[in-house]
């Protein structure tokens, strides 16, 4: 019988740094630096809510490391934001960028709140004071945000209009996923899901697996399950199960996709028109030849991974696959495209960005789409690469890779 795993995001996360830095040959000196990310800040946020009432919010930023650049990544709205999280976030940003071969290290913020329950202006007002608390840490040049869970371009706009009041000059590169006539970049909305696709029809065709009529169910209806879905369903796949927080949908027979995306709300909330829908627990173990968690944390555990029937397995979500659950799929002969790899395209299309910021000259969609096409491609064959060659599985080998760079500008410039 299995014993009950602990879901810790941050201990998992540093046991396989750990795994991967000894298996790299760096010494343990190596794994003390990267365990931790070199800054955390906590803030509190008072904000002005629509009653008169002042709440104050509880925001962080965390930055793993700097070697090989500026930091880089999202900041989350939600009412289970931790510092915990927060750090492990922002070790999974740096490894995505090692392995994708930015010129960044991993960031990561969020504010314990839930959107869903608040105005539009009190929503505004919490981001401009979430930059104002964090704006000597962060810039062009030192931290670049973007949207992660439960944020959008609306968001990414007051903060970059609020970090511009601060600094007294126009600041579009301090941010990315911005909107396109604030210096966003085209494709950035649909950046991770896109690159989620491209892995995906490689792993495919690693398997054998026909994307045409393959069966895929995605756990999670946001911004990137959404467009995964209408991807894929334009690529031929059948999109048997969706879910969203109230439920999951599932037909064997294929979902009508187009008709789902029509009737969604602004959260990607869609189940709740369904009085026949299943848990997303019960979606997770349905029949299908591909698996994509596009949600949260922790969906997969040594108490269902067991009964899970796909034979690939591609991470949407951040962390939705424990150590153990890692460990019973991989020894049944599931692949596992790690999220490290899998969803990396938004942080790839925010460099876009902010490239284009920095040059102040903007690309088409069609040169978007190639470069990340490109870059990907190349990420996982690295990835798979490593893997057959060292033996491992996939996300062991994807932290390799992320990390032996990070690692070797460490080494150059003598902090270890």
Not at 285 to 296: K, R, S
Request: charged share 25%; glycine share 10%; hydrophobic share 40%.
């Amino acid at each position: 019988m299995l014993i009950k795993e602990k879901l810790d995001v941050l201990g998992g996360t540093r046991q396989v740094i750990r795994e991967a830095l000894a298996k790299l040959g760096y010494d343990e000196s190596y794994y003390e630096l990267l365990k931790e990310p070199l800054r955390l800040l906590t803030v509190r946020i008072p904000v002005k809510m629509d009653d008169g009432k002042v709440q104050v919010f509880t925001g962080y930023r965390a930055q793993h490391n700097d070697a090989v650049g500026p930091t880089k990544g999202g900041v989350r709205f939600h009412p289970d934001v931790t510092a915990d999280e927060v750090k492990a976030l922002s070790m999974w940003m740096s490894i995505k960028c090692g392995i994708t071969n930015l010129p960044y290290g991993g960031g990561k913020g969020g504010i314990q709140c839930d959107p869903r329950t608040m105005s539009f202006g009190e929503l505004e007002r919490l981001s401009r004071g979430y930059v104002r608390a964090i704006s000597q840490l962060v810039g062009p040049t030192k931290d670049i945000p973007a949207p992660d869970v439960f944020t959008n371009s609306q968001i990414m706009a007051w903060m970059m209009d609020e970090y511009s009041r601060i600094r007294e000059f126009d600041s579009p590169g301090f941010i990315t996923g911005k909107p396109l006539v604030l210096g966003g970049s085209i494709g950035r909305e649909s950046s991770t899901a896109r690159g989620v696709t491209i892995v995906l029809k490689e792993a495919a065709a690693v398997l054998g697996i026909p994307l045409a009529n393959a069966r895929i169910i995605i756990q999670g209806f946001g911004n990137a399950g959404s467009y995964l879905a209408k991807f894929l369903h334009d690529a031929g796949a059948a999109i048997v199960g969706i879910s969203d927080a109230v439920g999951a949908l599932y037909d064997p027979n294929g979902l009508d996709i187009d008709s789902l995306l029509d009737r969604r709300d602004s959260f990607g909330t869609i189940t709740n028109l369904f009085p026949n829908r299943i848990t997303n627990e019960e979606l997770l173990v349905q029949e299908c030849d591909i698996l994509i968690p596009a949600a949260i944390e922790n969906q997969i555990t040594e108490d269902n991974a067991h009964r899970i029937q796909a034979k690939l397995l591609v991470e949407a979500a951040n962390g939705p696959t424990t150590p153990g659950a890692t460990d019973i799929l991989t020894q049944r002969g599931v692949m596992i495209v790690p999220d490290v790899l899998a969803s990396a395209g938004g942080v790839v299309v925010s460099y876009f960005e902010w490239v284009q910021n920095n040059q102040g000259y903007y690309w088409t969609e069609d040169e978007v789409n190639d470069r990340l096409t490109k870059i990907l491609v190349d990420a996982f064959r690295s990835v798979h690469d490593a893997s057959v060659a060292k033996k491992t599985d996939m996300r062991l080998s994807a932290y390799m890779v992320g990390l032996k760079r990070m690692a070797e500008a460490v080494r150059w410039r003598g902090w270890v």
